[in-house]
């Protein structure tokens, strides 16, 4: 295959496998829990329909103003500190920022059954980077989150750059999301392989701003994308079995 010298991923499904279930009873209970111990008193499922119906008001808010300011499709992303932070502020308390960062990180340690790395993930991106090409992420993620699991995964500093969603407002497949990352570091869409576990964000974005693409099927890619052959959209090169080892192997052959 052609030779890029710059290889962008996505994260989650692509180098991260995890596994979140935001809907079991225990979470609610136990962040409602959490939220009582700052004054801010919840039932269980109170606060769960308080926190998804700020999550879809925010995401509604956030779609009708990129409406007006962007013409070409846009993917908008809203911050989840707002969400965390505004369901005390509905309990009459005013939470500063360390509060609503452990708030957020407490939620998210309570919803992740697991996280773990793909098998070859690390030696993969320490292969790029010693053969000389750069390696950046383009995620679809809340910094709050990921880059405390990047860190604890041990991959956070294996890329030559870093950019989250939530620190830009905008998320794949959003043709700016990925005009930001290549602006930012100067890179050029012909030099550049954008790889990814989902079709329509990963791939589809990328043709938008002329990037070739990796398309790798994992347990997380969506499931109507599970057949790339049905889709309209095509990436340049597929892997249809998650295999990080084999798809070294074809970068750096």
């Known amino acids: 295959m052609k030779e890029y010298r710059n290889y962008i991923f996505d994260l989650y499904g692509t180098l991260v496998d995890i596994d979140v279930d935001e809907t079991d009873r225990k979470l609610w209970e136990h962040m409602c829990r959490f939220y009582g ?11 769960r329909r308080a926190y998804s119906l700020s999550v879809q008001d925010r995401n509604d808010q956030v779609k009708k103003e990129y409406a007006v300011k962007y013409r070409h499709e846009s993917h908008p992303e809203i911050l989840y500190e707002e969400v965390f932070g505004g369901l005390y502020a509905d ?5 500063d920022q360390q509060l609503i960062l452990h708030t957020a990180q407490m939620f998210r340690a309570c919803s992740v059954k697991e996280i773990r790395l793909y098998a070859h993930a690390k030696e993969l991106l320490e292969a790029l980077r010693a053969a000389g090409k750069k390696v950046y992420l383009l995620s679809n993620a809340q910094r709050i989150f990921t880059e405390y699991e990047m860190r604890c995964l041990g991959i956070w500093d294996l890329f030559d750059g870093i950019q989250i969603s ?50 790798i099927h994992s347990a997380l890619s969506p499931r109507e994308q599970e057949d790339s052959t049905s889709q309209d959209i095509r990436a340049d090169y597929v892997m249809r079995r998650m295999n990080l ?9």
């Open 166 to 215: 939530s620190d830009h407002g905008c998320k794949k497949p959003d043709e700016r999301f990925f005009r930001i990352l290549l602006e930012r570091f100067s890179l050029k869409p012909e030099e550049s392989l954008m790889i990814g576990n989902n079709m329509y964000d990963d791939i589809a974005g990328a043709s938008r701003v002329g990037m070739e693409s990796f398309y």
């Open 37 to 47: 111990y700052y004054g801010a008193l919840y039932e269980a499922d109170e606060l």
């Open 245 to 253: 080892r084999q798809l070294q192997n074809r970068l750096l052959p």
């Open 91 to 95: 309990k009459g308390i005013v939470p």
